[in-house]
């Protein structure tokens, strides 16, 4: 029904930059919230940003000035841009979306997570 496939992940040098995506596909009738998640090895999994459609946005402390998240809601897909990565962000990053398909009730979508390593 519906799928989240993330890209754009890999192994980059502390203070070098990605941008992860994240496309949405299926039956959507509408997608409220957007989010990245990210689960580093023996850790439990945490919110990393999240954006409304109103574009509205929210950031876990530790990426604030550095993360910055994006959406287009005409192509259903959320961006994760990181600058200035660092060893602490190595982890598992999970696509997260609020999404209704059809005219149904709004439910809870992940993908299937992309790896991030930060290492020199």
């Known amino acids: 029904q519906v799928q989240l496939v993330e890209s754009g992940g890999g192994l980059v040098q502390p203070g070098e930059s990605l941008r992860l995506s994240c496309a949405a596909s299926?039956?959507?009738?509408?997608?409220?919230?957007m989010a990245w998640y990210r689960q580093a090895p023996g850790k439990q999994r945490d919110l990393v940003a999240g954006i409304l459609s109103s574009g509205q946005t929210i950031y876990v402390d530790s990426v604030k000035g550095r993360f910055t998240i994006s959406r287009d809601n005409a192509k259903n897909t959320v961006y994760l841009q990181m600058n200035s990565l660092k060893a602490e962000d190595t982890a598992v990053y999970y696509c997260?979306?609020?999404?209704?398909?059809?005219?149904?009730?709004?439910?809870?979508?992940w993908g299937q997570g992309i790896q991030v390593t930060v290492s020199s």
């Open positions: 997260n979306a609020d999404i209704s398909v059809g005219v149904g009730p709004f439910g809870d979508y």
């Open positions: 299926g039956s959507i009738f509408s997608i409220k919230s």
